[in-house]
C-alpha cells in the first residue's frame, strides 16, 4: 500500500463518525429527484467546509452542485447521488414497518452513495495536500438519478468535457466491478384530451380520453413481440378519470421504452409515437406529448474495473459485529430461498451457485459481464461516453435483497450499511489516486474507451430546449 492511499484511508478511519453521520442525515431527509435541498446542501457545505470550491445550481438544478480542488491535469471525477423514492418509507428494523406511511424512503442507498463519494473526495484532496500530488479532483453532486437524469442534463451543459475519468459507487448485495452495459432510455408521457358528457344520459356526445390511453396500451403490448427481445417496454396510467358516470375528458400515462443502443430506442419510439396517434384517430381525441428524460448505454472500462477490483483487496472487506449480522439474518428471513437464486442467477456472476448459502457476499471477484446486458437503465452511462467511467458496487445488503424495497431502506442506515460506506469510501480513494499518480493505467484507461466507443459519437437524448422537470412533484 502507498503511503498516500495510507493517509487517506486514516483520515477515513478518523472521521468515520461524521461520515455516518452525514449518511445517516441523508437517510432521514429522504428527498425526491430534483427537490434534494437538504441532502445536496448538506454534502456542499462539508465539502465547502474541507477547501472545495463549490459551483451551486448546475445545469438549471437547484439540488446538482459540482465541488473542485486542485488545478491542471489530470482531472478526476467522483460521482454522488441522494435522491430517495416514492412510498418506501422504513423504520431501522429487520421487518416491513414504515417511518412514515406512504413518504419516501432510501431503497437504492443512496444516501450512502453520495456520502462515500464525498469522503473520498475530501480523503484524497488532504491526501493530495500531504504529497504535492498534482491535478484536480472533482465532486459531481448528481440529483434525481432515479426518475428524471440529472447527469444528462449535467452532461449536456459541458460539466464533464474535461474529466480524463469517473468513479462511482452504488450500494448493492455484492461486491463488483462490472463490465456489463444497460439499457438506453425514453421517458415520456402521454396527454390525452376528448370530451366529458354524462357516460349514462348521452355517451355520444363525449370522448374518452381513457379510451385513447387504453387503446394505446393495448397496441404497445401487441408491438412487444416484433421488438428485440433485450428491449423493454413498461407504464402506468398515471390519471384516469374521475368518476365512471362522466365520460373522461383527460387521461395520462407514462411509458418508459429501453433497448441495449441508442439508435434501437429511438426506432421504438418512434413506433410507439404512431401507436398513440393511432389511439387519437380511433377515439377522436387529441394528444400532446411530455418528453421526461432520456440517457444512453453503459460503456464499461476494464482498465478501471480491474485497478476497482485490486484496490477492494488490498483494503480488505469490511468486518461485522454480532449485532450487524444478527440484524442481518433476520431481513435474510424475509428472502425466500427462490427470491435469492433468482437474483444471483441473474446477475450471471460466475460461481453463483456458491453464493446460496451465504447471508453477506464475503469475496472481490474479478470482472465479469463483457458483451452482456444489465436490463435496468442509469444515467451514469451519459457520463461514460465522455470519458472512461466506472460505478462498482459493494455488498450492503444481505444477498438476494432486492433493490427498491423496505429491506434496502431498513439496511442502508445500520451496521451493514455503514461498514459499506466506510469501505467503498476507502476503495474510491483509493483508485482515484492511482489515476492521479500513474500516469500509465489513466493511459491505458483513456485508449480502452476510445476502442469501445469506435465511430459512435454522442449527441445529448434530451432536446436542446428541454429543462429538468423542477414542477414534477406538484402535478
Not at 408491438?223 to 402506468?236: F, K, M, S, T
Not at 398513440?276 to 472500462?301: D, H, Q, S, V, W
Not at 437474483?343 to 460466475?350: A, D, G
Not at 445500520?414 to 483508485?431: E, N, Q
Request: contains cysteine; aromatic residues 10%.
Amino acid at each position: 500500500m502507498s503511503i498516500e492511499k495510507d493517509f487517506a484511508f486514516n483520515w477515513i478511519e478518523t472521521n468515520k463518525k461524521r461520515i455516518i453521520e452525514i449518511s445517516d442525515k441523508i437517510w432521514e431527509f429522504a428527498e425526491l429527484g430534483l427537490i434534494e435541498f437538504k441532502s445536496s446542501t448538506l454534502l456542499a457545505n462539508e465539502l465547502e467546509k474541507n477547501g472545495f470550491k463549490v459551483e451551486r445550481g448546475i445545469a438549471d438544478m437547484p439540488t446538482a452542485f459540482l465541488a473542485k480542488w486542485g488545478e491542471g491535469k489530470p482531472v478526476i471525477g467522483i460521482m454522488g447521488e441522494y435522491d430517495a423514492l416514492p412510498g418506501l418509507s422504513q423504520k431501522k428494523v429487520p421487518w416491513k414497518e414504515p417511518l412514515e406511511p406512504g413518504k419516501p424512503g432510501h431503497g437504492c442507498g443512496h444516501n450512502i452513495h453520495g456520502t462515500s463519494g464525498m469522503a473520498a473526495a475530501i480523503a484524497v484532496k488532504k491526501a493530495m495536500e500531504k504529497y504535492g500530488i498534482k491535478g484536480t479532483v472533482k465532486f459531481f453532486g448528481c440529483p434525481a438519478e432515479e426518475n428524471f437524469s440529472g447527469k444528462v442534463f449535467m452532461v449536456r451543459a459541458g460539466y464533464f468535457d474535461d474529466v480524463d475519468a469517473v468513479i462511482s459507487h452504488h450500494p448493492s448485495t455484492m461486491n463488483a466491478a462490472s463490465l456489463m452495459s444497460s439499457l438506453a432510455v425514453n421517458s415520456v408521457k402521454f396527454h390525452f384530451y376528448g370530451k366529458a358528457s354524462h357516460a349514462g344520459g348521452s355517451p355520444e356526445q363525449g370522448r374518452s380520453a381513457l379510451d385513447a390511453a387504453e387503446l394505446m396500451n393495448v397496441g404497445v403490448n401487441y408491438l412487444r413481440e416484433h421488438i428485440i427481445q433485450d428491449a423493454r417496454i413498461h407504464y402506468i396510467i398515471e390519471k384516469g378519470g374521475d368518476q365512471p358516470n362522466i365520460v373522461p375528458p383527460y387521461a395520462r400515462s407514462w411509458y418508459y421504452i429501453r433497448a441495449p443502443e441508442r439508435d434501437q430506442v429511438e426506432f421504438i419510439y418512434n413506433w410507439v409515437l404512431d401507436i398513440a396517434k393511432g389511439a387519437t384517430l380511433m377515439t377522436r381525441t387529441n394528444m400532446k406529448t411530455e418528453f421526461i428524460e432520456g440517457c444512453y448505454n453503459l460503456i464499461p472500462n476494464k482498465t478501471i474495473s480491474e485497478l476497482i477490483v485490486k484496490n477492494m483487496r488490498e483494503v480488505g472487506l469490511p468486518k461485522y459485529s454480532d449485532e450487524d449480522l444478527k440484524f442481518a439474518e433476520e431481513i435474510a428471513k424475509s428472502i425466500t430461498p427462490e427470491m435469492k437464486i433468482s437474483q444471483l442467477r441473474k446477475s450471471k456472476r460466475p460461481g453463483w451457485e456458491k453464493l446460496i448459502d451465504k447471508l453477506i457476499d464475503d469475496e472481490v471477484p474479478n470482472p465479469w459481464g463483457e458483451g452482456e446486458i444489465s436490463h435496468g437503465s442509469t444515467d451514469v452511462a451519459d457520463v461514460s461516453w465522455k470519458a472512461p467511467t466506472v460505478e462498482f458496487n459493494t455488498a450492503t445488503w444481505v444477498l438476494g435483497t432486492p433493490a427498491h424495497s423496505w429491506q434496502a431502506v431498513a439496511q442502508n442506515a445500520v451496521g451493514i450499511g455503514h461498514a459499506s460506506l466506510i469501505f467503498a469510501a476507502k476503495v474510491m480513494a483509493a483508485t482515484v489516486l492511482d489515476l492521479l499518480t500513474r500516469e500509465e493505467i489513466l493511459k491505458e484507461a483513456k485508449e480502452e474507451h476510445r476502442r469501445r466507443l469506435g465511430s459512435k459519437k454522442y449527441k445529448s437524448p434530451i432536446p436542446p430546449d428541454h429543462k429538468p422537470p423542477l414542477d414534477a412533484w406538484e402535478k
